[in-house]
């Protein structure tokens, strides 16, 4: 049986290409076609596609709304995402709001055939030219994160320590500012250093400048 597919795309020569590409495909059918997010949503309601391919960038309503309207009236249907935007923010904007794949408008059809056949599959696509780009985007959201709750693990008391370290102030000096014994200063001195994974006086003293506790 095959999957029924709306091409909701503005540009009538970009939008004539993915039918004319997909017509010569024996597993879908063109069931309608929209020049505007509002008619997209319409095409939606009517027909009950299997799939939109969803230009992002539109007149009257954007891709990006568009998106996030049917997927939240029509969960069940597939979106894919046709754009030439490639920075992190718009990929992950167009995720967020739910896009089951992400395919750039200057990949080659048998890319775009890939990314529709896995997104009818049930699994999520992305571009490979624009995979690397959204991974090291992830993995420094993971490492902002970490710092963070690092950071919020530390107690006051560790704060003031790490402040002063930050400072050059011995332990011995530590002690007396905040009266506490050296032993005392050095055992809160170790549990910072495990709480970030820091090893060094210097890596600490880098972490006090950037949390903005020692003015470099």
């Given at each position: 049986?095959?999957?029924k597919i709306?091409?909701?795309?503005?540009?009538?020569?970009?939008?004539?290409?993915?039918r004319?590409?997909?017509?010569?495909e024996?597993?879908v059918?063109?069931v309608?076609e929209?020049e505007?997010?509002?008619?997209?949503i319409?095409?939606?309601?009517k027909y009950?596609p299997?799939?939109?391919l969803?230009d992002l960038?539109m007149?009257?309503m954007s891709?990006?709304?568009?998106l996030k309207?049917i997927k939240?009236?029509?969960p069940?249907?597939?979106i894919l995402?046709l754009?030439?935007h490639?920075?992190?923010?718009?990929?992950?904007?167009?995720?967020e709001h739910?896009?089951?794949g992400y395919?750039l408008?200057?990949?080659?059809h048998?890319?775009?055939?890939i990314a529709?056949?896995?997104v009818l599959?049930?699994?999520?696509y992305?571009s490979?030219s624009v995979?690397g780009k959204v991974?090291e985007?992830?993995?420094?959201g993971r490492?902002?994160?970490?710092?963070e709750?690092s950071?919020?693990?530390l107690?006051?008391?560790?704060?003031e320590?790490?402040?002063?370290?930050?400072?050059?102030?011995?332990?011995?000096?530590i002690?007396?500012?905040?009266?506490?014994s050296?032993?005392?200063?050095d055992?809160?001195?170790?549990n910072?250093?495990?709480?970030l994974?820091l090893?060094s006086?210097s890596?600490?003293?880098a972490?006090a400048?950037e949390?903005?506790?020692v003015?470099s």
């Amino acid at each position: 049986m095959k999957k029924k597919i709306i091409i909701a795309e503005d540009q009538t020569l970009v939008r004539q290409g993915l039918r004319s590409l997909l017509e010569s495909e024996e597993n879908v059918e063109i069931v309608a076609e929209a020049e505007d997010g509002l008619e997209a949503i319409k095409c939606v309601e009517k027909y009950s596609p299997e799939l939109v391919l969803l230009d992002l960038a539109m007149p009257t309503m954007s891709g990006l709304s568009a998106l996030k309207d049917i997927k939240n009236r029509f969960p069940d249907t597939k979106i894919l995402a046709l754009t030439f935007h490639a920075s992190e923010e718009y990929i992950l904007e167009a995720f967020e709001h739910g896009a089951d794949g992400y395919c750039l408008k200057n990949d080659s059809h048998t890319e775009l055939l890939i990314a529709i056949n896995s997104v009818l599959a049930g699994k999520s696509y992305i571009s490979p030219s624009v995979s690397g780009k959204v991974l090291e985007g992830y993995l420094e959201g993971r490492k902002r994160l970490k710092d963070e709750s690092s950071w919020k693990r530390l107690t006051q008391r560790e704060k003031e320590v790490l402040k002063l370290v930050g400072e050059s102030y011995s332990s011995t000096d530590i002690g007396e500012i905040l009266s506490i014994s050296p032993k005392t200063v050095d055992k809160h001195r170790s549990n910072i250093m495990n709480k970030l994974n820091l090893h060094s006086a210097s890596a600490l003293t880098a972490y006090a400048i950037e949390k903005g506790l020692v003015i470099s």
